[in-house]
């Protein structure tokens, strides 16, 4: 019981805090994506490339977490989302995006369905640079751990100025994993894009973001 001495009413005090602790924590609750990565090409390639992303805001800051397995092993492996500047909703290729029939779903088949490649998710995603050598590596086993954190502001920034996109929105972008090993034997009808082997940047994997509710 609470009397109402100096001391007891410290004692009610403290014995209040928890409660008001818990309830200042889910107010505070952090927006979260996932996508589920899927295999792409994998009857093609001969390896099933699968895995999970986690995107989560807290004070200002997106961390991103992929874990990916299955990959062809022993390599970096490319990965961005992908999506359209208008907003509209991306999402990831069926067989119907082999427009040329050749079985395998290349970059630029992907892009009626899934957009441009926009966001890098390597050591420095707020520079939008595609081009890095800080994409994760697959270990022995095809396992490939991403883990970084960005300033939201930078990369709403870059995605404007580059995009005119008017936010991240997650919701519309997909995420793509790409890339087998360099001496592969794709045929000449698999595309990429100028100057970088179709090995680089052939899908492997793709998976939509959507909201954790
Ligand atoms: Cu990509």
């Known amino acids: 019981m609470c009397r109402k001495t100096p001391v007891r009413i410290t004692a009610c005090l403290a014995a209040l805090l928890p409660v008001i602790t818990v309830v200042s924590a889910q107010s505070a609750a952090a927006d979260r994506f996932v996508a589920n990565l899927k295999p792409l090409n994998a009857d093609k390639i001969g390896t099933s490339a699968s895995g999970t992303a986690n995107l989560e805001t807290a004070d200002g800051k997106r961390s991103i977490t992929i874990d990916a397995a299955g990959l062809p092993p022993g390599m970096m492996h490319?990965?961005?989302f992908h999506g359209f500047a208008d907003g509209k909703a991306a999402t990831c290729p069926t067989a119907q995006a082999d427009t040329n029939g050749d079985g395998f779903i290349d970059l630029l088949e992907t892009e009626t369905m899934a957009g441009t490649t926009m966001l890098p998710f390597h050591d420095q995603p707020a520079s939008?640079?595609?081009a890095s050598d800080t994409y994760p590596v697959a270990d022995k086993n095809g396992a490939a751990k991403y883990q970084h954190t960005v300033l939201l502001q930078d990369v709403e920034k870059a995605l404007k100025e580059k995009f005119e996109?008017?936010?991240?929105?997650?919701?519309?972008?997909v995420i793509?994993?790409?890339g087998v090993a360099k001496d592969m034997q794709?045929?000449?009808s698999v595309k990429s894009l100028p100057g970088v082997p179709a090995q680089v940047t052939l899908p492997i994997a793709c998976g939509k973001i959507e909201a954790v509710k």
């Open 78 to 80: 490319l990965q961005h």
């Open 128 to 130: 939008l640079e595609i």
């Open 165 to 173: 996109s008017p936010s991240l929105a997650l919701s519309s972008r």
């Open 176 to 178: 793509f994993v790409h």
């Open 186 to 188: 794709l045929p000449n």
